[in-house]
Structures are given as C-alpha cells and as structure tokens.
C-alpha cells in the first residue's frame, strides 16, 4: 500500500515569493491534514479536510495561506507571499474514520527554506 | 484546552539499557493518547496509542506505555533499546472528536 506522498521534498525561495505543497493521501483515507513542524517542535495543525470541507482551519493564517482538496482527495497548501518564518517542514497526514482516535499517517514533509 | 509535556528533551541511553520517555497532559474530559516516532528525513509514524481498555499498552518494535489517570501520564518505555531507535519521539494528546495536540519530542540517542 502506497503511503502519503508529498512533493516536493525540499524548497528554497527568497521572501516575498509564493510557494506551492502537494500532497497525495492513501487511498479511500477522507481525512487529510496539513501540519507546521518548527525545529525542535511537535507539528501543529494548520487546516483538516474531512473530503472536501475544510473542518478546521483555525490555525491557519489566513492572510498569506492557502489550502484546496479538489475531488477530496490531493491537496495543496500555499503560501504568498512567504516570510523569513515561515521556513519550517510541512507535513501532510491522512487518516479514514473519526478524527481525535484514528492513526493519522504522514508523508515525508517538504522542507521549505525562505532566504 | 488539551496540552502535552515532554520534559525531557534528549535521552541518551546504552544499547540493550531500558528506557523510559515521560509525558503528561492536561486535559478536563477523557483523551486519547499516542504515541508517534520520526526517524529523520521522514514523517511521523503511530508507536501506539491508547483509545480506552487496558492502561498498559504495546505498540509496534518493542514499545510500551501505561496511561495513568490520576498522574496524567502516558509514558513510553522499552526493556532493551537498540542503535535503531535513535529518532525523535512524540507524545500526543486528543479530546474526543477534536485535534491531535503534540509535544515538543524527545530526541533518544542510543550509543553503542
């Protein structure tokens, strides 16, 4: 069975530029999240979709972050126009079930470096 | 609100010694709990979790942990470590229906 997949893996930008992250969960999972893991920090939620409805964005800034899951399954998280820190990985999970008991499992991050 | 502490941030530990990562929660309902690894360059990945039942519960790789109610602590341990376990470790925390709340980790440094 194919795990989540995120791409890309790695990405350097200079402020003020936007940026794009895709994520691709395992099949028939209708939860996806979108994480923001700082160094030397647990991840923190930034939206949840259960399909294509956004349940909980409330920790995502709104004002330079974006989120879709078109059809309810890929995703894509942006940001425009990027911070000095937003530098961070981002990673993205999946899970089928009820959100708060279901293993959540998660893709490889992409690592996003703002210069 | 939930929230999740991990007050050790790194242990280093001998091959083949025991091992214990603490973590305690604050919570006013019921909580799941969980317990996740990430090994570098990858995702998280579940170790174990503990949804209701048993207060003793066995994950994946030789792991542990014991949820205590009355300590609001849900610490993992294993009897033997290996050079392989060295990852950084994360307890999490959730109420119900609502979110996974994460520590800040606790990096295990196994030494030969």
């Known amino acids: 069975e194919a795990g989540v997949v995120q791409s890309p893996r790695y990405k350097i930008i200079e402020k003020k530029q936007p940026v794009a992250f895709w994520c691709n969960p395992i099949s028939g999972h209708n939860t996806l999240y979108w994480y923001l893991q700082n160094l030397g920090q647990g991840p923190e939620l930034l939206i949840r979709?259960?399909?294509?409805?956004?349940?909980?964005d409330s920790q995502l800034p709104k004002d330079r972050f974006s989120a879709e899951r078109l059809k309810g399954v890929d995703s894509t998280l942006k940001i425009q126009p990027a911070e000095l820190g937003d530098s961070a990985v981002y990673l993205c999970a999946s899970s089928s079930g009820l959100a708060g008991q279901e293993t959540q499992y998660f893709g490889p991050g992409t690592r996003l470096l703002v210069l | 609100a939930q929230s999740v502490t991990q007050l050790d941030s790194q242990v280093p530990v001998f091959e083949e010694a025991p091992v214990e990562l603490r973590c305690n929660y604050s919570?006013?309902?019921?909580?799941?709990l969980f317990w996740y690894v990430q090994y570098p360059n990858q995702g998280l990945q579940l170790l174990l979790k503990y949804l209701s039942g048993s207060t003793l519960v066995k994950g994946i790789n030789g792991f542990e942990a014991e949820f205590n109610k009355s300590q609001t602590s849900f610490h993992l341990r294993k009897p033997s470590v290996h050079i392989s376990d060295t990852a950084e470790y994360f307890c999490a925390v959730s109420e119900g229906f609502q979110k996974l709340v994460f520590g800040t980790g606790t990096r295990l440094l196994v030494s030969p």
């Open positions: 919570s006013s309902v019921s909580v799941y």
């Open positions: 979709y259960e399909n294509e409805e956004a349940v909980d």
